[in-house]
T-cell receptor, first 114, second 113 residues
Framework: DSGVTQTPKHLITATGQRVTLRCSPR?????VYWYQQSLDQGLQFLIQ???????AKGNILERFSAQQFPDLHSELNLSSLELGDSALYFC?????????????FGQGTRLTVV | AQKVTQAQTEISVVEKEDVTLDCVYE???????LFWYKQPPSGELVFLIR??????QNEISGRYSWNFQKSTSSFNFTITASQVVDSAVYFC??????????FGKGTRLSVIA
């Protein structure tokens, strides 16, 4: 158990809908990262938050947004969903702003858009 | 730009064989960090090891060993006496500069009993 909790584990929704994925980092970790894993693109970095502030942005679509709350949990919002958004979404956490140490990953949320 | 290449897409071995997973990285930074993660069939990503760029000492942990060579920009991972439970996708990853983890495409290892 990595200590990072993601909910839900599975999500099935229709095209055009909006979903929210939730992540609770390990106790004491201030950084939260979101990654998308799809068959064709591999593991792609989406966005990082550190202590409530956005720190880095990767290949995140404009239809996607995220935030980190004062209690350090984070949510990834995906809207106007398309079939191609079907993927495994991972959250990871680490203690620091700049990742010089390993990030620990949650079990992922498997999103299926039908 | 940072890049990680895992040229082996899939490897299949018979139980008890040794297997080496290759990882080649690219970065212009002199300080960087290399990682290996394991993704078993259940789907979670499990951290295995971190290596700093200024520490080329190889590491052994049980049946796992890692060979870091800056001269060839490689960070290879060897499993000795493989077991069925080693079947998974293995990812090599890199942190350099201010970028978060950059992953390779992964190598799917199948260990056959």
């Amino acid at each position: 158990d990595s200590g990072v909790t993601q909910t839900p584990k599975h999500l099935i929704t229709a095209t055009g809908q909006r979903v929210t994925l939730r992540c609770s980092p390990r106790s004491g970790d201030l950084s939260v990262y979101w990654y998308q894993q799809s068959l064709d693109q591999g593991l792609q970095f989406l966005i990082q938050y550190y202590n409530g502030e956005e720190r880095a942005k990767g290949n995140i679509l404009e239809r996607f947004s995220a935030q980190q709350f004062p209690d350090l949990h984070s949510e990834l919002n995906l809207s106007s969903l398309e079939l191609g958004d079907s993927a495994l979404y991972f959250c990871a956490s680490s203690p620091h702003d700049r990742g010089k140490v390993e990030a620990f990953f949650g079990q992922g949320t498997r999103l299926t858009v039908v | 730009a940072q890049k990680v290449t895992q040229a082996q897409t899939e490897i299949s071995v018979v139980e008890k064989e040794d297997v080496t997973l290759d990882c080649v990285y690219e970065t212009r930074d002199t300080t960087y960090y290399l990682f290996w993660y394991k993704q078993p069939p259940s789907g979670e990503l499990v951290f295995l090891i971190r290596r700093n760029s200024f520490d080329e000492q190889n590491e052994i942990s049980g049946r796992y060993s890692w060979n870091f060579q800056k001269s060839t920009s490689s960070f290879n991972f060897t499993i000795t006496a493989s077991q069925v439970v080693d079947s998974a996708v293995y990812f090599c990853a890199l942190i350099s500069g201010n970028t978060p983890l950059v992953f390779g495409k992964g190598t799917r290892l199948s260990v056959i009993a």
